[in-house]
């Protein structure tokens, strides 16, 4: 008997110890939150290091989020430093011998204090160039010596030799102490620009990083600061300029024309004029897509030369929001129209038609089944690639709801289900996931194309929004590759009622063609994501213009009146033309219209009577009938998400001329740059004009997005001046 109860007590102990023991062999993780001491507001961009308890050798760093969050995974369970570092607003803070468990989260939040020690020179001014009067701010000057010394005229080289600014990797965003990282503001000789940027060759007087929110606390001494962080959000400028007029030597990087030499665009032509007479129609799919925008802002913005097939007007038109009004009811579309003088030629018109569809509220959205593919193979590594994705897909979760469900599918050289079909509010279970994402590997999107669809079969949820949101850099490169092929892979995979939405991300091997045609045969929309303010719009300001589908099939016929057009030409959507019988074919595919989204097209008309052409037709009659009010005719067909049969609307647009409102200037400065870009001909205006006519059209910008495209177009007039 003792021998039995010997061995049952010895069971029951590694029965006991065996759950622990396996606890101990999975990895561990670190996260909390940090907090400013004195105002318990949270610290985003905080510096964390994880370091070894023998030597405080760093092991892994981690940055806060936006709401002072960080995280830190895997860990091997042990004893460890943990050190937030010291930078130009905070002490340093040390935690020692912090013990990490294996399979679970270990939380250590921080109290950090402010560092009232003096920083060296601060001059405090009362203005803002081209943002806001009326806020403190504060210059570093950097000596020019200091400025030679740098190996690269790359922006971030140039900002984080001054106290308080960091880049966590070559590509990422530069980041400003005591900011969210998103609203930071970079300005090279007063031009805004952003962090991945290149110093322009020529002399430079000055580069600044300013970010926003509400003033800090000075103390008396001007030399010093003091209490620098009593707020978390404010102003603050970071200047590094020359102190002589010398021109600073600095050594060659990569040129940015070689980069974008490998990029791949499908060719695009510039729409020429056609007369009423013998081309009456004007017939294209509906497209909300925006990639073009912000993938050419990122060229410009890294000093880049844009290619000519990277702009689509339709896309920077589209980019920008303009006054509208809610359909009434039982209506899916409502439409504004305007007919003004052309700013480029005062001979001309500009038509502008905007659709809006209405707008609800994200409590009132349907239930979403989403389902993200994320390309993980090599070329996908980088802060500005897999890493954007990451930090966009966290964004995105802080907005999952629980009756949402969203999973994840990778593919490389192979396919896995990272994350299968997940209630949205399970947070960390999803972001768990999200932090494991890896790059390495060949590239199998079909492979990860046929799993994702499966995984949005299986978790399908009727009358909700159910959607593939493909994220990649566009090379593929194993099994299935070839766009056309890709395309009618994708063709017949949308009558599942499952959309194809598309992010893409990268440079260099940026291979956009296939990606937005996806998109288009996929019944999607495609976005390109650059940095984390281009994400934010996306997943964040337009959730649900993005992800929820209101009309799709959707397509647009224009009929212009010969008595009052000479000739028109659309602008953009070269794309997205479809023969005139295809409008009325149901089985034909238009485009997709999301929820509060807005469709805008603009034409240049010449006013006038159209003429008749010399090779008049033996079998049809071209009288046009005596309306000479209407200057066209919209016709616009589209599906509900689940009907297979199309609906009709219809609208009359008045010749009427107005006094040009400041949306259409604004609209029309769009198109003009976009134009311009593409070099043509018939849009005579230089980036000065341009930038006269947005400044015109501005109006309140709320969002702020109106003056960021002035200050693009400023950057692109600047370092192009002498090119």
């Not at 993938?295 to 410009?300: A, G, K, M, P, Y």
């Given at each position: 008997m003792k021998l039995k109860l010997a061995t049952a007590t010895t069971i029951l102990v590694l029965l006991f110890y065996a759950p622990f023991a396996q606890a101990q062999t999975q990895p561990g993780a670190l996260k909390g939150v940090i907090t400013d001491k004195a105002t318990g507001e949270t610290i985003p961009q905080s510096l964390v290091e994880l370091q070894s308890i023998n030597d405080s050798s760093v092991l892994q760093t981690a940055l806060s989020d936006f709401d002072g969050k960080y995280s830190m995974a895997p860990i091997v369970p042990g004893t460890y430093n943990v050190v937030f570092r010291r930078d130009i607003i905070y002490t340093e803070l040390r935690y020692d011998s912090v013990v990490i468990l294996g399979g679970q989260h270990t939380v250590l939040n921080a109290e950090r204090e402010a560092d009232n020690s003096t920083i060296g020179e601060v001059v405090i001014m009362w203005e803002r160039p081209l943002v806001e009067e009326g806020r403190t701010s504060s210059s570093q000057v950097i000596t020019s010596e200091g400025y030679e010394s740098l190996r690269s005229r790359d922006l971030g080289a140039v900002l984080t030799v001054s106290p308080g600014v960091m880049q966590s990797d070559e590509d990422a965003a530069i980041i400003a102490r005591g900011t969210r990282s998103d609203a930071n503001q970079v300005f090279i000789d007063g031009v805004k620009v952003r962090g991945g940027s290149n110093v322009p060759r020529e002399a430079v007087e000055s580069v600044e990083v300013m970010t926003t929110g509400t003033p800090a606390q000075y103390g008396d001494d001007l030399n010093g600061m003091q209490e620098v962080n009593q707020y978390l959000n404010r102003y603050r400028r970071v200047t590094v300029r020359r102190d002589n007029p010398t021109p600073p030597t600095i050594l060659p990087t990569s040129n940015p024309h070689d980069v974008q030499d490998r990029e791949e665009y499908n060719s695009i032509h510039i729409s020429e004029f056609m007369s009423p007479l013998q081309a009456p129609l004007s017939t294209f799919g509906?497209?909300?897509?925006?990639?073009?925008?912000?993938?050419?802002?990122?060229?410009?913005?890294?000093?880049?030369?844009?290619?000519?097939?990277?702009?689509?007007?339709?896309?920077?038109?589209?980019?920008?929001?303009?006054?509208?009004?809610?359909?009434?009811?039982?209506?899916?579309?409502?439409?504004?129209?305007?007919?003004?003088?052309?700013?480029?030629?005062?001979?001309?018109?500009?038509?502008?038609?905007?659709?809006?569809?209405?707008?609800?509220?994200?409590?009132?959205?349907?239930?979403?089944?989403?389902?993200?593919?994320?390309?993980?193979?090599?070329?996908?590594?980088?802060?500005?690639?897999?890493?954007?994705?990451?930090?966009?897909?966290?964004?995105?979760?802080?907005?999952?709801?629980?009756?949402?469900r969203i999973s994840i599918v990778t593919y490389a050289s192979g396919v896995n289900t990272l994350l299968t079909s997940t209630a949205g509010d399970q947070t960390e279970t999803i972001e768990t996931a999200i932090r494991s994402l890896q790059a390495g590997g060949s590239t199998n999107g079909a492979g990860g194309i046929e799993r994702a669809y499966a995984e949005a079969s299986k978790g399908f949820i009727e009358e909700g929004s159910n959607r593939v949101i493909l994220c990649t850099d566009g090379d593929f490169n194993v099994g299935i590759s070839s766009q056309d092929e890709l395309i009618d892979m994708i063709s017949e995979k949308r009558e599942s009622n499952i959309f194809l939405s598309v992010v893409?991300?990268?440079?260099?091997?940026?291979?956009?063609?296939?990606?937005?045609?996806?998109?288009?045969?996929?019944?999607?929309?495609?976005?390109?994501?650059?940095?984390?303010?281009?994400?934010?719009?996306?997943?964040?300001?337009?959730?649900?213009?993005?992800?929820?589908?209101?009309?799709?099939?959707?397509?647009?016929?224009?009929?212009?009146?010969?008595?009052?057009?000479?000739?028109?030409?659309?602008?953009?959507?070269?794309?997205?033309?479809?023969?005139?019988?295809?409008?009325?074919?149901?089985?034909?595919?238009?485009?997709?219209?999301?929820?509060?989204?807005?469709?805008?097209?603009?034409?240049?008309?010449?006013?006038?009577?159209?003429?008749?052409?010399?090779?008049?037709?033996?079998?049809?009659?071209?009288?046009?009938?005596?309306?000479?009010?209407?200057?066209?005719?919209?016709?616009?067909?589209?599906?509900?998400?689940?009907?297979?049969?199309?609906?009709?609307?219809?609208?009359?647009?008045?010749?009427?001329?107005?006094?040009?409102?400041?949306?259409?200037?604004?609209?029309?400065?769009?198109?003009?740059?976009?134009?311009?870009?593409?070099?043509?001909?018939?849009?005579?205006?230089?980036?000065?004009?341009?930038?006269?006519?947005?400044?015109?059209?501005?109006?309140?910008?709320?969002?702020?997005?109106?003056?960021?495209?002035?200050?693009?177009?400023?950057?692109?007039?600047?370092?192009?001046a002498n090119r």
């Open positions: 509906m497209d909300v897509d925006k990639a073009s925008y912000f993938n050419v802002r990122r060229i410009i913005e890294q000093s880049g030369q844009v290619p000519v097939d990277a702009v689509r007007p339709e896309e920077f038109i589209n980019s920008f929001k303009y006054a509208y009004q809610e359909p009434e009811e039982g209506q899916v579309f409502d439409v504004t129209t305007e007919l003004s003088v052309c700013p480029w030629n005062a001979d001309r018109r500009i038509l502008r038609i905007t659709l809006n569809t209405e707008r609800v509220e994200k409590e009132d959205l349907p239930p979403s089944n989403l389902v993200f593919l994320i390309d993980v193979s090599g070329s996908m590594r980088g802060g500005n690639r897999l890493g954007l994705i990451q930090e966009s897909l966290y964004m995105l979760t802080e907005n999952l709801r629980a009756e949402d893409g991300v990268g440079q260099g091997n940026y291979r956009e063609g296939t990606m937005e045609q996806l998109a288009n045969k996929g019944n999607g929309n495609f976005n390109y994501f650059h940095d984390l303010y281009s994400a934010k719009k996306v997943f964040i300001e337009e959730f649900s213009s993005t992800l929820f589908t209101v009309a799709k099939d959707a397509k647009v016929q224009v009929e212009f009146n010969p008595l009052n057009v000479a000739e028109y030409r659309l602008l953009g959507y070269q794309n997205r033309v479809m023969p005139d019988e295809d409008f009325h074919d149901d089985t034909k595919d238009g485009g997709e219209v999301g929820m509060g989204h807005q469709v805008t097209m603009l034409y240049e008309v010449v006013p006038g009577q159209a003429e008749e052409s010399e090779y008049n037709l033996k079998y049809q009659e071209q009288i046009p009938l005596e309306i000479h009010d209407e200057i066209a005719t919209i016709s616009l067909r589209y599906k509900e998400p689940e009907a297979e049969t199309s609906s009709l609307a219809i609208f009359t647009v008045s010749n009427a001329e107005v006094e040009t409102s400041p949306d259409q200037k604004f609209a029309s400065a769009v198109a003009a740059f976009a134009g311009y870009l593409q070099g043509d001909d018939n849009i005579e205006m230089e980036p000065e004009a341009i930038v006269q006519l947005a400044r015109e059209g501005r109006g309140e910008d709320l969002n702020g997005d109106r003056s960021d495209f002035i200050q693009l177009v400023q950057l692109y007039r600047e370092l192009h």
